[in-house]
């Protein structure tokens, strides 16, 4: 699974790779792109959530993850399965929108 394109073109721009949200789960760490791939390895996200991306962090104990319609889910790292999938929002652009200034 590739990272949006949508994701990419956010990162290199100047919005903010971590704050709060107005949803669940409160705050947001992005990893960089290039940093995506070793994550979901360590993380070993193909192994327990097949069928998910992710691409950063609460800062605590869930994952930030694509699934396979690029909706935004969260996932606890401790007990991290496919079913343990929690919308966060239907796209990215939604994502951004809940990003507190």
Do not use: C
Request: net charge negative.
């Amino acid at each position: 699974m590739d990272l949006p394109p949508q994701y990419t073109g956010y990162f290199a721009g100047v919005g903010p790779k971590e704050g709060g949200l107005s949803v669940e789960p409160g705050w947001f760490q992005l990893w960089p792109p290039d940093e995506v791939p070793q994550w979901n390895h360590e993380y070993q996200v193909h192994e327990f959530a097949p069928g998910f991306l992710g691409f950063g962090s609460s800062g605590g104990g869930e994952l930030l993850a694509f699934d396979s319609e690029s909706r935004i889910v969260m996932i606890p790292f401790i007990g991290m399965s496919a079913k343990e999938a929690k919308p966060v929002a239907a796209s990215w652009g939604e994502f951004v929108e809940k990003i507190e200034p």
